[in-house]
C-alpha cells in the first residue's frame, strides 16, 4: 500500500492551496474530496480576492501572499482569474472620510489605493447611482476569479504535477494514527496511509473530532446571494463593493474615525440582517449580488437552515438596484453559502502528533488560503504546532 507524505481531508481552497504548497516541496500528497466536487464556501462566494479589505499588517499581507501563489501558478498554466482591482464606493460623508482616512494610512505603508471622484467611479462602474455614490477608492491589486473554474484549474495543475492524486467521492469516516504514520477509512472501508494528515473540512465539523472541531469558539454563517442572467445592461470593471462594506470590513476598523460611525434607520434595517453589498462580473456578463450574514453555533450544524428567506433577498435586490440606479435587475437565481468562522479569525491546531486540522477561516477564504496553508506546510516541515500560527 502506497503511503502518502501528506493526506488532505477536503479538496476545498484550503485543501487544494495546502496540497499545492506540499507539492511544491517536492512531498506526496493525498488529496480526498467527499463530494464529487467541493461544494462549499470555496464554490459559493463572489470570486473576489480583496486583500484590501483585510486587517492591516496582518491577513492584508496574507492576502498578498496568495495573489503572488496565483502570479508564479500563471506563469506554468493560465489560470482563470485576473487582477482588475477593487472599488469601495462611499454612500455618505461617513463613509467617504473613511476612504480618506485609509488612503492616508496606505499612503504611509507603501500600499497602493487612489481616491476617485464620482465621475471616476462612473467609468467604472457602469450604471452608477449618482444619488448614492459620493466618491471611491480604487485598489488596483485586487483581483476577480470564477471561483468553481479556479479550483478546477489548480487541482488539475496538481495532478499534472504527478505528486497529488486526487479522489473524489471519499468520505473519511476516521482517521487514526499509528507508529508507521496515519490510517485513513474511507466509508467504502477503503484505507490509505500517510505520515501526515490535515483536515480542511470547511464547516461540516461533525465528521471528524467535533470535539475539537465543532465547539462554541466556532461559528456557522449563513450566506444568501443571487446572480443574474447574462444579458444585463451593467458593466464592472473591477469588484464592486459599497458603503455597508467600508461599514463592516476589517481593514477600515483601523480608521480613527470608524469608531463613532452613525447609521441610518434604514442602514440599521440591512445591517440588523447581516447585509453588505457587494458585486462581482463573470465573464458571461452576469452578476454575483449579496450578501446577508446569519450565525448559529457550530454545534447546531445538523439543523442549519438550507432555505432561502424571499424578505431578506428582496431587501439585497432593492439596494442593489438602488446602488447601480436601475429599475430592474434580471435574476436568474438565489442561492446559500455556508461558511464556518474561528473567533480567533482561523482554526489551526494540532489534532494529535500526526493529525491537523486548519477551517473556520471565514469570509477570507478566496482571499487569504494560498498565503495562509503556506505557514500550515511550514509548520508541518518544521514538525511544529499549528496552533504557533498567530495572524493579527
Request: aromatic share 6%; hydrophobic share 35%.
Amino acid at each position: 500500500m502506497k503511503q502518502y507524505d501528506l493526506a488532505i481531508v477536503g479538496a476545498g481552497i484550503l485543501g487544494t492551496f495546502a496540497a499545492y504548497h506540499a507539492v511544491q516541496r517536492g512531498w506526496s500528497v493525498l488529496l480526498l474530496e467527499s463530494g464529487a466536487e467541493a461544494k462549499g464556501a470555496s464554490v459559493r462566494n463572489f470570486g473576489q480576492l480583496v486583500a484590501s479589505g483585510m486587517t492591516l499588517n496582518g491577513w492584508r499581507t496574507i492576502g498578498e501572499r496568495t495573489l503572488h501563489h496565483l502570479t508564479e501558478i500563471n506563469k506554468t498554466v493560465a489560470l482563470p482569474w485576473k487582477k482588475n482591482g477593487s472599488l469601495y464606493v462611499a454612500s455618505d460623508e461617513q463613509e467617504l472620510q473613511l476612504l480618506a482616512e485609509m488612503q492616508q494610512l496606505n499612503d504611509a505603508t507603501g500600499y497602493q489605493s487612489r481616491l476617485l471622484s464620482i465621475h471616476e467611479c462612473s467609468e467604472l462602474v457602469q450604471p452608477l447611482s449618482q444619488d448614492y455614490a459620493k466618491g471611491g477608492l480604487y485598489f488596483p491589486n485586487d483581483a476577480t476569479t470564477e471561483s468553481p473554474k479556479l479550483l478546477v484549474a489548480l487541482r488539475n495543475f496538481l495532478i499534472q504535477s504527478g505528486r497529488c492524486d486526487y479522489r473524489p467521492v471519499q468520505l473519511v469516516q476516521a482517521v487514526e494514527e499509528g507508529d508507521a504514520g496515519c490510517n485513513l477509512r474511507i466509508t467504502d472501508n477503503t484505507v490509505y496511509r500517510a505520515t501526515d494528515v490535515l483536515i480542511c473540512c470547511g464547516h461540516q465539523l461533525n465528521r471528524l473530532f467535533p470535539s475539537l472541531l465543532q465547539t462554541p469558539a466556532m461559528r456557522i454563517c449563513k450566506l444568501q446571494m443571487m446572480d443574474t442572467q447574462a444579458a444585463t445592461s451593467v458593466q464592472l470593471h473591477c469588484n464592486l463593493l459599497t458603503g455597508l462594506s467600508i461599514r463592516r470590513y476589517d481593514a477600515f476598523h483601523s480608521c480613527p474615525s470608524h469608531s463613532s460611525l452613525i447609521a441610518t434607520e434604514y442602514q440599521q434595517q440591512l445591517q440588523a440582517e447581516g447585509i453588505h453589498l457587494l458585486f462581482t462580473q463573470r465573464a458571461d456578463g452576469s452578476l454575483i449580488i449579496g450578501d446577508s450574514h446569519h450565525y448559529t453555533n457550530a454545534q447546531d450544524v445538523d439543523s442549519l437552515d438550507y432555505h432561502s428567506d424571499q424578505r431578506v433577498n428582496q431587501l439585497i435586490l432593492t439596494e442593489a438596484q438602488r446602488i447601480l440606479g436601475v429599475k430592474e435587475l434580471p435574476i436568474h437565481r438565489f442561492w446559500n453559502g455556508y461558511y464556518s468562522q474561528h473567533e480567533n479569525s482561523v482554526l489551526a491546531t494540532r489534532v494529535h502528533n500526526r493529525i491537523h486540522a486548519v477551517t473556520g477561516i471565514g469570509g477570507k477564504g478566496m482571499t487569504c488560503s494560498g498565503g495562509f496553508t503556506e505557514l500550515v506546510i511550514q509548520q508541518l516541515a518544521e514538525q511544529q504546532p499549528l496552533d504557533l500560527i498567530k495572524i493579527q
